[in-house]
């Protein structure tokens, strides 16, 4: 049996702002957590960029920072090995030019 070191979730942002533990916006927010992947849209011809935050706005520490896209569309995703990275506070997201982001974190 494979051990597992917590249960594995998802969550989305369609603007900036800090994670929450459901889809709807409404749960509680998420606390410490490993980031295990990360999913973006680009909304523009311009280059899209996710900056993750440790913390509970963008006054935290910048943990992971992505640039990606030059057309309406484009895809990004990353999945994070092992135990991925450690938030300690909270993830909060800033998104440029990024209709939406979806993080697996646990």
Avoid: P
């Avoid at 990360?38 to 992505?66: E, F, M, W």
């Amino acid at each position: 049996e494979i051990s597992m070191i917590s249960d594995v979730k998802q969550a989305t942002l369609v603007a900036d702002g800090r994670f929450q533990n459901n889809h709807a916006g409404a749960g509680t927010y998420i606390g410490r957590a490993r980031l295990k992947g990360v999913t973006g849209r680009c909304d523009s011809a311009a280059t899209a960029q996710i900056k993750l935050y440790d913390g509970t706005s963008a006054s935290g520490t910048l943990v992971y920072h992505v640039f990606w896209g030059a057309a309406a569309g484009d895809m990004y995703q990353e999945y994070i090995s092992d135990d991925g990275i450690l938030f300690k506070t909270g993830i909060y997201a800033d998104l440029t030019n990024c209709n939406a982001a979806s993080i697996i974190w646990g």
